[in-house]
């Protein structure tokens, strides 16, 4: 993790995102009135098996083909108050004089002075489900050439991108005032991570909060993109679980090739298009009992942490890599539904 300097008061403090990210604002108690009044549903029992949104097809190829095959830290994030898509500009140059203030303590620091960053707002059109959601922007940290005969941009060396993906829970709770983009994906060192979360902080009333991704979530998650249909697979179908022992954990990996689990998958499923709560235990139920039948080691005593697939691979710490164009849509509705619920 790099470096940076803090005031004198704070040295002793954790330099994790977490600890950056977690803390009450004025907007919190607004949530949280808004959540007595609203019927926040529990888990459903059935959901849609993920498909390609048509709105996807705006996104630029290229822009698409930058997030797929990285590995995202996810976190939730409150609505954004008085964010505006016409500001982009003016945020790049705000936040890349605060980065710099931030790394260099102590220097006076003018908006707008060339320095060997460069921070780049921009929006991602298309990453949402409905018209209604709000549009992804894309943020990012780029070095500057060294050479004064060089004017072409170096190597990109943070990225964090903000997005609501069928977030209609979210935005029937909020006034105008407020951008919903409750998914926020991060890719970098975890010292800008949490500089960067800090200027929004404080920029827009709002705050991030570390996604983790419990086994329940994860088992949904293997079943969705099981039941996913690819052209070809390009990864191996594999869950990691550990084992809680003294004086260290032990971690159980267990591969299986995505065409028998896609047919397994398929001898389970019944309703089409949909994946429900039985079929996911149903599927995970298999699992268990074929593991244990070669190796006598119950599944169930121990914790899901990983599930890969063709389509995505996640993560119980909240990382998160996405290897499929086609249910890139798919993937990020279900992440914003946790971020969605994990806000209070």
């Known amino acids: 993790m790099d470096s940076y300097n803090v005031p004198e008061s704070t040295r002793s403090a954790s330099s994790r995102p977490e600890d950056y990210f977690v803390g009450a604002t004025p907007l919190q108690k607004r949530l949280e009135s808004i959540r007595k009044q609203t019927s926040f549903i529990p888990t459903p029992p059935r959901r849609k098996v993920?498909?390609?949104?048509?709105?996807?097809?705006?996104?630029?190829?290229?822009?698409?083909?930058?997030?797929?095959?990285?590995?995202?830290?996810?976190?939730?994030?409150?609505?954004?108050?008085?964010?505006?898509?016409?500001?982009?500009?003016?945020?790049?140059?705000?936040?890349?004089a605060f980065i710099v203030a931030e790394k260099q303590k102590g220097l006076a620091v003018e908006v707008g002075e060339d320095f060997n960053i460069k921070v780049i707002f921009s929006t991602l059109l298309g990453m949402k489900g409905t018209q209604r959601d709000p549009e992804a922007f894309l943020v990012q940290i780029l070095s500057k050439s060294q050479l004064?005969?060089?004017?072409?941009?170096?190597?990109?060396?943070?990225?964090?991108?903000?997005?609501?993906?069928?977030?209609?829970?979210?935005?029937?709770?909020?006034?105008?005032?407020?951008?919903?983009l409750p998914l926020f994906l991060a890719n970098g060192a975890d010292s800008n991570t949490a500089i960067i979360g800090t200027w929004f902080q404080k920029t827009f009333d709002c705050y991030f909060s570390p996604l983790t991704i419990n086994a329940f979530n994860l088992s949904w998650m293997a079943a969705m993109w099981t039941a996913c249909k690819v052209d070809h697979y390009v990864a191996t179908t594999e869950f990691l679980w550990s084992v809680p022992c003294s004086?260290?954990?032990?971690?159980?990996?267990?591969?299986?090739?995505?065409?028998?689990?896609?047919?397994?998958?398929?001898?389970?499923?019944?309703?089409?298009?949909?994946?429900?709560?039985?079929?996911?235990?149903?599927?995970m139920d298999c699992l268990y009992s074929h593991f244990h039948r070669h190796f006598k080691i119950?599944?169930?005593?121990?914790?899901?942490?990983?599930?890969?697939?063709?389509?995505?691979?996640?993560?119980?710490?909240?990382?998160?890599?996405?290897?499929?164009?086609?249910y890139l849509i798919g993937v990020l509705a279900y992440l914003t539904e946790l971020a969605v619920f994990q806000i209070e």
């Not at 590995?71 to 790049?92: G, I």
């Not at 954990?249 to 299986?256: G, K, M, P, Q």
């Open 50 to 96: 993920p498909q390609c949104s048509q709105l996807q097809e705006d996104v630029d190829p290229q822009k698409v083909a930058f997030l797929l095959h990285k590995q995202w830290t996810v976190y939730s994030l409150t609505p954004l108050y008085k964010f505006s898509y016409s500001n982009l500009k003016e945020y790049s140059r705000l936040l890349n």
């Open 247 to 283: 004086p260290q954990s032990l971690d159980i990996s267990y591969a299986i090739h995505p065409e028998d689990a896609k047919a397994l998958w398929d001898s389970i499923h019944k309703t089409p298009g949909e994946v429900t709560q039985e079929e996911v235990d149903l599927f």
């Open 298 to 326: 119950h599944l169930s005593a121990t914790r899901l942490v990983r599930v890969s697939t063709s389509v995505a691979s996640a993560h119980t710490d909240g990382k998160i890599k996405i290897l499929c164009h086609k």
């Open 148 to 180: 004064p005969s060089e004017n072409r941009e170096g190597k990109v060396l943070w990225t964090g991108w903000f997005c609501c993906v069928f977030g209609d829970s979210l935005l029937e709770t909020v006034s105008e005032d407020f951008t919903c």
